[in-house]
């Protein structure tokens, strides 16, 4: 599904190297967690995969079932089946929630070739994926994340990610500012929508959210570079311990 | 205030601009010439007979002859304004036309079953309904279903009146909407009464050359008690060359009445800037509501500045009667230049003045727009919000004036000024004058400038929308209080039109 081979980074406006050299491999179907301290690079691999300005691929590829993503205007990634939950997600003024969605998935559908979604077919399909992720109908209305809790924002995040029906989909600390039944919303959330064809790129801090939502693979992420990759244990082993044996392993 | 809350942008409707957008090629929808339609023109240049030859082809009274002779006089002592911040070449008064009429307007029809089939073609092509049929209103697939509305239609094609509909239908209410010149013939008390009370003759350089050489407009009236019983507007159309558009609009409110009017304008590209030069006077009496929506979808020029419509307006609304209230909203998307500031006299006591406009100037274009706000009645309120949108190499200003004479004892006004600017070579101006000459007045300015977010745009894209998708919704999100201030139809027009005049904006 999704394959980054030597991935180096570099940021457009300073001399600085942010990703150097990613290698990893997410498999359809599968479930991978990556970890990491603070400011190692797990959100900037995040914006070069959906294809956000300043930033610079010096080295590498990513392909997504075998099309260059790094090629792609974003709106082309979106199409193609990659979807990024921001970890902080973008308020938009007087834009009401629901117009974006819908005007987001018909354009994806557009792309795609396929006929636009009638209003009908639209509002049935968003109230009832907006009802399992308890978002009322007021929320559907108001302008997109402005003025949203953090809990509502990555809520709402993740009913995006079900309207579009994503096949690749990257959650960036959607568990960050999450209380406990939202937490567990979200997780149902996400694995309603695991399937054979879809697969999940969860970066977290917490083993609390990877209880929810089991991982088939875990990778630790330390100053640009995954430096080491392995089964569940490997997050309960961070959760216990933290960071420094790990970093001292890989020096 | 109520007009906010009673009209309702219906969720979805982006989407439609989104569509409109996506379905033009070329950025100016509405640029072809109509070359073919055969014009009378009166000689270049204005002077006394070329304001005679005007009032003569309207078949006017002598007493209006008599008026605007009377304001050419003037004008010839007048000199074009400067303050506005405007860089408009000289324009050469002498050197254009002030008549244009399609031949086959020389005999005026009865009926628009009459009207040469071409003239009807211009209007189908703009996507105007010049037959009196129902227009469906909703929006294909909206959540609840609209009730068919009628709106009446008067077309006005370079100077003349080409006609005007559902006109029994109204004057079955007591509603009389005509052109003007029908309206000097067949109503002359109600013009004489009205015109010029409002916009004097005197008023400023192009509203006095206005005075002189209108040749026609719209004229409404709509008598005591009666809510005129479906909308009216106005579609003007310029399409001579090198020809001025001089149109004057009366609306007469009587006292508890109420009316929406609506006005639409287009014209072809051509590489020479064109004039127009418009009057609007509206009157509105005691317990009257009138609200005037504008489109304003001039030939903005090329994108390097050439040719456009250099629009010069006066609109003017006097809020005579006590409770009086009236509601400007404008969409102002075309011409190389605006300079224009509809405004608010709220004389009587408890009267209201409301005013809406967005602003967008791409590429050369200039806007200097904005309002005023006259108070002289007791307890009289105000509300400005202005949207200015700025990208390419444009320059918008906003230009408000709120004054609050010693007698308007406990008045209101709040200002919301916003102004969006999109890459870096545009500029936003705010230039508010404020005056209270009293001591309970109060009076409340708020101004923001913003540049349209990168991170709102890639989150736009990261969801799947193009480029000019995602600045499309994030500048009509920006507009939105001023989208809501209008009827259902131009609200979509208008989104439509936002998308479209930023085209080639970004990237
Ligand atoms: N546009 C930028 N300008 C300057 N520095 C940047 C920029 N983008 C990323 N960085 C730097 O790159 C490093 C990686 O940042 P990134 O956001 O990817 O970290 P992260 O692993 O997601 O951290 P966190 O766990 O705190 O979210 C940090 O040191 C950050 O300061
Ligand atoms: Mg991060």
Redesign the pocket.
Same mark, same amino acid.
Request: glycine share 20%; charged share 25%.
């Given at each position: 599904m999704l394959e980054i081979k030597g991935l180096k980074v570099d940021?457009e406006?300073?001399e =600085?190297s *942010?990703l150097k050299g990613v290698d990893l491999t997410v498999g359809a179907g599968e479930v991978h967690a990556i970890m /990491?301290?603070?400011?190692? /690079? =797990?959100?900037?691999?995040s914006?070069v995969l959906s294809g956000k300005d /300043?930033?610079e691929v010096t080295e590498g590829s990513a392909t997504l079932d075998g099309a260059d993503l790094l090629d792609m205007e974003p709106e082309e990634r979106a199409a193609a089946g990659l979807f990024l939950a921001f970890?902080y997600p973008v308020e938009i003024p007087g834009v009401g929630n629901m117009t974006f969605l819908r005007t987001a998935v018909n354009a994806q559908r557009k792309a795609r070739g396929q006929d636009e979604l009638s209003a009908g077919d639209f509002l049935k399909e968003v109230r009832a994926r907006a009802k399992d992720l308890k978002i009322d109908a007021e929320m559907l209305k108001r302008p997109v994340n402005v003025g949203f809790s953090g809990g509502e924002k990555k809520r709402n995040e993740i009913l995006q990610m079900a309207m579009l029906e994503p096949k690749m989909c990257i959650l960036?600390?959607t568990d960050s500012g999450l209380d406990v039944d939202a937490m567990k919303l979200v997780s149902e959330g996400v694995n309603a929508l695991r399937s054979e064809g879809r697969s999940f790129l969860v *970066?977290t801090?917490y083993q609390r959210l990877l209880d929810h939502i089991k991982p088939d693979v875990v990778h630790i992420?330390s100053n640009?570079r995954i430096i080491k990759t392995g089964g569940p244990d490997l997050a309960l082993e961070v959760e216990n311990n933290g960071y420094a044996d790990l970093l001292a392993e890989a020096e | 205030m109520t007009a906010l809350d009673q009209v309702e942008v219906k969720e979805g409707v982006d989407q439609e601009t989104v569509d409109a957008v996506a379905q033009l090629s070329g950025a100016y929808k509405y640029g072809w010439n109509d070359d073919d339609i055969e014009m009378d023109y009166a000689p270049k240049g204005v002077n006394p007979d070329i304001v005679a030859l005007i009032s003569s082809k309207n078949e006017e009274p002598q007493w209006m002859l008599d008026w605007r002779q009377a304001a050419f006089t003037r004008w010839e002592g007048m000199s074009v304004p400067n303050w506005a911040m405007l860089k408009v070449a000289d324009i050469d008064f002498q050197d254009l036309y002030y008549y244009a009429r399609p031949k086959s307007m020389e005999v005026k029809p009865k009926s628009l079953d009459e009207v040469d089939p071409k003239l009807l073609e211009t209007y189908k092509k703009l996507g105007i309904p010049l037959k009196e049929q129902a227009i469906l209103a909703g929006v294909e697939g909206a959540e609840n279903d609209l009730p068919e509305r009628k709106v009446a239609v008067d077309a006005v094609f370079d100077s003349v009146s080409v006609g005007t509909t559902f006109q029994a239908e109204l004057k079955k209410a007591g509603v009389i909407f005509c052109s003007i010149s029908e309206a000097i013939r067949e109503y002359p008390e109600l013009v004489k009464k009205y015109l010029g009370t409002v916009v004097p003759p005197s008023d400023n350089f192009y509203a006095t050359l206005n005075s002189a050489v209108f040749s026609d407009g719209s004229f409404v009236y709509v008598p005591p008690g009666v809510r005129c019983p479906m909308e009216l507007s106005t579609y003007f159309r310029i399409n001579a060359e090198n020809t001025g558009q001089f149109e004057r609009t009366l609306i007469i409110a009587d006292k508890g009445s109420y009316v929406s009017y609506l006005e639409g304008c287009t014209a072809p590209k051509r590489d020479v800037a064109q004039l127009h030069a418009a009057v609007v006077e509206i009157i509105i009496e005691e317990d009257a509501e009138v609200k005037y929506s504008t489109v304003q979808n001039w030939y903005p020029g090329d994108e390097e500045g050439k040719g456009g419509i250099y629009n010069f307006v006066t609109k003017r609304a006097d809020c005579r009667g006590a409770r009086s209230k009236v509601m400007w909203t404008q969409v102002e998307t075309g011409s190389a230049v605006t300079w224009k500031y509809p405004s608010c006299i709220l004389r009587g006591d408890d009267s209201q003045g409301e005013f809406y406009s967005i602003a967008i100037a791409n590429n050369y274009q200039q806007a200097d727009t904005g309002t005023k706000m006259v108070h002289l009645g007791k307890r009289t309120k105000s509300r400005i919000v202005s949207k200015g949108i700025s990208a390419g190499h444009a320059q918008n200003t906003y230009r408000g004036l709120v004054s609050m004479h010693p007698k308007a004892k406990e008045s209101r006004n709040y200002t919301q000024c916003d102004s969006l600017l999109i890459g870096s070579q545009c500029g936003a101006h705010t230039v508010p004058y404020i005056e209270v000459k009293n001591n309970s007045s109060r009076v409340e300015h708020e101004a923001t400038t913003s540049k349209v977010d990168d991170d709102q745009l890639f989150y736009c894209r990261s969801r799947g929308m193009d480029e000019e998708e995602a600045v499309a919704l994030v500048v009509n999100g920006f507009c939105k209080e001023v989208l809501q201030a209008l009827p259902m139809e131009f609200a979509m027009e208008a989104q439509a039109l936002v998308a479209i005049s930023l085209e080639g904006s970004v990237g």
């Open positions: 940021l406006e300073e =600085k *942010i /990491g301290p603070n400011g190692s /690079g =797990k959100s900037t691999l914006y /300043g930033y970890q960036d600390e *970066i801090h992420m640009g | -």
